[in-house]
């Protein structure tokens, strides 16, 4: 299953994008396990 759908995945780059343009700032990601994996992060202001 994982292999299968795994293609389907955003980039960390375009991740990042949408979470951009939904509002989140100082958006950011970490490459792990040699790039197979990142974690991203975000702020959304409470206004």
Same mark, same amino acid.
């Given at each position: 299953? $994982?292999?299968n759908t795994s293609?389907? !995945?955003l980039s960390a780059? #375009? $991740?990042s994008d949408r $979470? %951009? %343009? #939904? &509002? !989140?700032e100082e958006? &950011? !990601?970490h490459r792990f396990n040699f790039g197979?994996? #990142?974690?991203?992060w975000g702020r959304k202001s409470s206004d």
């Open positions: 299953y $994982l292999p293609e389907t !995945f780059e #375009a $991740l $979470l %951009r %343009r #939904a &509002g !989140f958006v &950011g !990601f197979t994996m #990142a974690i991203h």
